[in-house]
């Protein structure tokens, strides 16, 4: 395996792609009784429309999210049952763009790896136990949609996006969901869950040479083929300016997205990434001019937050909480645009976000979790996420600046609202 120390934050990487195409990422942790695998498929819930053996695929929407839930179904029981009975606490998630198993353990290590990399790479589904997921997921979706939360932001994508796919809920629908069968969940097994489409990444005081013989024992000798993807041709334009519904709450929620201009993979990935969250704390932190006035003027409350996401094709700033003047404060965050786009960015404050937003990432290396979600990440686009160093080096106050002149645009904003029922 090839180490490589970086020296700016002293941490070590061991990495090895494997004859399969597996990459295998180990990150040392000397002394730690902690011991971290994540094993991550490039395959999440916006990868509806793909090709399969010359053919495209339209799959339900959702289907991801409900693949995650039946891989821990194996022949001899369910594998979460087995990592725990081992004393691992396991576990899954689904992303947009990636789905991710994953156990921490401080015994059994071996044991626990080798039961991740068996039951996700070995499917085993029937149709009564698919027929019978339906109904617990569906359980759930009908939950989730009764959520405020769930409901302002995903309408909020949808007023964002003509055809992307993030414009659908991970989780689907009840109905979409219903199509799910067997033979849809073995298809995008075959397609996405390959070792070449994969990366096994561990954090731990453990041997990177022993993982990656391990890796290439338990896991198929054959990698699979790139499987073309289908996010849908994203305009530039909004598909709409405003969304409103009542809902059963308190009092009025409101977020305000910007539809900003994605990055290619690679480094610049990372940049972007960078960038767009210093622009956000510049512009909404919390000791940011915008929320101070804000705040003073009662326009917001201590809900009030924003954050920077990108996704395969697109990239959203947006902002949001409380609020019973949303278009005031809409009003109002375009206004602080337009003056720092004009006046530029006070230097001080600059300095200081950029210390904190410098500091958050060095932070971040202290979770064995977080190391292992940005190497997955990073490899999934093509970037090395220790490099961030660097990359802040790049960084200016009029990079920023231009970052939210650029993005930040009436005709690029969206409105999305949650008003109490009468």
Same mark, same amino acid.
């Given at each position: ?20 195409? &597996?990459?295998?990422?180990? +990150? ?44 821990? *179904?194996?022949? $001899?029981?369910?594998? &979460?049952?087995?990592l725990a009975k081992n004393g691992a606490e396991p576990n899954a998630f689904t992303a947009n763009a ?5 156990? /921490?353990?401080?015994?059994?290590? $071996? ?73 849809? !969940? ?43 993807? *289908?996010? @849908? =041709? ?7 300016? =405003? ?23 690679? $480094?610049?990935? !990372?940049?972007?990434? +960078? !960038?767009? *969250? ?6 909404? @932190? ?30 959203? !700033?947006?902002?949001?909480? *409380? ?13 602080? +645009?337009?003056?720092?786009?004009? /006046? ?79």
């Amino acid at each position: 395996m090839k180490q490589r120390f970086y020296e700016r934050i002293g941490e070590s990487v061991y990495r090895e792609t494997l004859p399969n195409g &597996l990459q295998v990422c180990v +990150v040392p942790k000397p002394g730690y009784a902690k011991k971290y695998a994540f094993f991550a498929t490039r395959y999440g819930g916006m990868d509806v429309r793909f090709q399969l053996d010359g053919r495209w695929l339209d799959t339900p929407a959702g289907i991801a999210h409900y693949l995650e839930h039946k891989m821990f *179904d194996t022949k $001899e029981g369910n594998a &979460l049952q087995e990592l725990a009975k081992n004393g691992a606490e396991p576990n899954a998630f689904t992303a947009n763009a990636m789905t991710g198993y994953y156990f /921490d353990s401080t015994e059994h290590f $071996e044991e626990n790896l080798e039961i991740l990399l068996s039951f996700v790479s070995v499917p085993y589904f029937t149709e009564e136990s698919v027929a019978k997921e339906q109904g617990i997921i569906g359980q759930e979706i009908r939950m989730i949609e009764d959520n405020p939360d769930w409901q302002i932001y995903t309408r909020m994508m949808q007023a964002l996006y003509h055809t992307s796919t993030a414009r659908t809920s991970i989780a689907g629908t009840v109905e979409s969901i219903s199509h799910i069968t067997a033979e849809t !969940l073995y298809d995008c097994h075959k397609a996405f869950y390959t070792p070449s489409n994969m990366i096994l990444t561990v954090v731990g005081d453990v041997d990177p040479i022993h993982v990656a013989d391990m890796a290439r024992r338990i896991l198929p000798r054959e990698g699979g083929p790139a499987i073309p993807r *289908d996010y @849908g =041709e994203e305009p530039e334009t909004v598909a709409a300016a =405003e969304t409103c519904r009542a809902m059963e709450v308190a009092s009025p929620q409101f977020l305000v997205g910007f539809k900003c201009r994605p990055a290619a993979d690679g $480094e610049d990935y !990372l940049r972007l990434a +960078v !960038l767009g *969250d210093m622009a956000c704390d510049i512009l909404l @932190g919390d000791s940011s001019p915008l929320y101070l006035r804000l705040y003073d003027q009662g326009l917001i409350n201590s809900s009030f937050g924003g954050a920077f996401e990108m996704m395969p094709g697109i990239a959203y !700033l947006y902002a949001g909480g *409380d609020s019973k003047n949303a278009r005031a404060v809409a009003v109002e965050i375009q206004k602080e +645009v337009d003056r720092l786009a004009r /006046d530029g960015i006070d230097e001080g404050f600059y300095q200081q976000v950029r210390r904190a937003a410098f500091g958050s990432n060095l932070r971040g290396l202290n979770s064995f979790e977080n190391i292992a979600v940005s190497l997955t990440e990073g490899y999934f686009h093509g970037y090395d996420p220790f490099r961030f160093p660097q990359v802040f080096d790049t960084v200016t106050r009029e990079d920023v600046a231009a970052f939210l002149r650029d993005n930040l645009r009436p005709d690029r904003m969206v409105l999305s609202e949650i008003t109490p029922k009468d």
